[in-house]
């Protein structure tokens, strides 16, 4: 099959089997990183394969580690991309990648919290990566604040995250993440991974995540309003929002009746467009 040829092609990118590169660097993983590597071909190629096209963006894959996935993204035609790689023993991996793609491969040895991913090149701009689990949310929460920024973003997450990504109204799962996402990006599931897949294996079942922004978005809300709203009203999320908004420094018997929302209903009965108008109404009345 296609994918069995490229898995193969893939395979003979003229680099060292990613099983030899940690052997000889000694890069057993560190649970302080974050660090669940991935070695399976078909797994690495169907991740890049979603982000297509690669070849006129700018591509940034946070924490490359050995490389599997960066050695992908160049196989599938990344010719800008930049990797920003926290754990100093990844550093002359990442170089030896670099150099079998001159030009292509840009290495910052550093931590992606600190880094203003925009500077990194032009747009279309494509952050793609297999995230570390302790600084995932956040590292998403920071992108989707400048989201205007971005053509896609392909994120492995622990499958619980990716589920708050794309929840519906009414589902456990829906929350502030939920409403954000969903405000800023069509969102969706690509695919599950098996824990089995990495090494070493995290605790939990993981999925690959595409948010794509939107375009259309007609209001445009204040991204830090909308935070503290959905904070407040999901913080809470057993209360009625009328007391469960009450952190809010405006009348909120006023707000709700205004933003025509029933007193009485909890967070998670409310849609992303209800959160919208709540929004737009409270950042009036607090003017
Ligand atoms: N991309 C590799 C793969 O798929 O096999 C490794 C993924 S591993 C889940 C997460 C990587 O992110 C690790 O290499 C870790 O060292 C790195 N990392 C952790 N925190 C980071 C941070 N704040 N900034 C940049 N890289 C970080």
Same mark, same amino acid.
């Given at each position: 099959?296609?994918?069995?040829n490229?898995?193969a092609n =893939?395979?003979?990118?003229?680099?060292?089997?990613?099983r030899?590169v940690?052997?000889?660097? &000694?890069?057993s993983?560190? @649970?302080?990183?974050g660090?669940n !590597?991935? !070695?399976?071909l078909n797994?690495t190629? /169907?991740?890049a394969?979603a982000a297509?096209?690669?070849?006129?963006?700018?591509?940034?894959?946070?924490g490359p580690?050995?490389?599997?996935?960066t /050695?992908?993204?160049?196989?599938h035609g990344?010719?800008?991309?930049?990797?920003i790689? /926290?754990?100093?023993?990844c550093?002359?991996? =990442?170089e030896?990648i670099?150099n079998h793609?001159?030009g292509?491969?840009?290495?910052?040895?550093?931590?992606?919290?600190?880094?203003d991913?925009?500077?990194?090149g032009p747009?279309?701009? @494509?952050?793609?990566?297999n %995230?570390?689990?302790?600084?995932g949310?956040?590292?998403? =929460?920071?992108?989707?604040?400048?989201?205007?920024?971005?053509?896609?973003l392909? +994120?492995m !997450?622990?499958?619980?995250?990716?589920?708050?990504?794309?929840?519906?109204?009414?589902?456990?799962?829906?929350?502030?993440l939920?409403v954000l996402?969903?405000?800023l990006?069509?969102c969706?599931? %690509?695919?599950?991974?098996h824990r089995?897949?990495f090494?070493?294996?995290?605790?939990?079942?993981?999925?690959?995540v595409?948010?794509r922004p @939107?375009?259309?978005?007609?209001?445009?809300?204040?991204?830090?309003? +909308?935070?503290?709203?959905?904070?407040?009203?999901?913080?809470?999320?057993?209360?009625m929002?009328?007391a469960?908004l009450?952190?809010?420094?405006?009348?909120? &018997?006023? %707000?709700?009746?205004r933003?025509?929302i029933?007193?009485?209903?909890?967070a998670?009965?409310?849609?992303?467009?209800? !959160?919208?108008?709540l929004t %737009?109404?409270?950042?009036?009345m607090a003017a």
């Amino acid at each position: 099959s296609d994918q069995k040829n490229e898995t193969a092609n =893939l395979a003979n990118d003229g680099l060292p089997p990613l099983r030899d590169v940690i052997a000889t660097h &000694g890069l057993s993983a560190q @649970k302080k990183f974050g660090q669940n !590597f991935l !070695f399976d071909l078909n797994l690495t190629g /169907r991740i890049a394969r979603a982000a297509a096209p690669l070849d006129d963006a700018t591509v940034i894959e946070v924490g490359p580690g050995p490389g599997g996935l960066t /050695r992908a993204l160049l196989y599938h035609g990344a010719k800008n991309l930049t990797v920003i790689e /926290r754990d100093p023993r990844c550093q002359p991996v =990442l170089e030896q990648i670099s150099n079998h793609y001159p030009g292509a491969l840009h290495v910052i040895d550093g931590d992606a919290l600190d880094v203003d991913v925009t500077s990194l090149g032009p747009a279309p701009r @494509k952050i793609v990566a297999n %995230l570390p689990y302790n600084v995932g949310t956040q590292l998403l =929460l920071g992108w989707l604040m400048q989201i205007d920024q971005f053509a896609s973003l392909t +994120l492995m !997450f622990q499958k619980e995250v990716a589920e708050r990504v794309v929840a519906a109204p009414k589902r456990k799962a829906y929350g502030r993440l939920s409403v954000l996402c969903q405000y800023l990006c069509d969102c969706q599931i %690509l695919f599950d991974v098996h824990r089995s897949a990495f090494t070493p294996p995290p605790k939990v079942t993981s999925a690959v995540v595409q948010l794509r922004p @939107k375009t259309d978005r007609e209001q445009a809300v204040n991204l830090v309003s +909308l935070g503290k709203i959905t904070q407040a009203a999901f913080g809470q999320r057993r209360k009625m929002l009328r007391a469960s908004l009450k952190t809010l420094n405006v009348d909120v &018997g006023i %707000l709700l009746e205004r933003a025509q929302i029933t007193e009485t209903v909890r967070a998670e009965e409310l849609g992303v467009a209800d !959160f919208v108008r709540l929004t %737009l109404v409270h950042d009036e009345m607090a003017a």
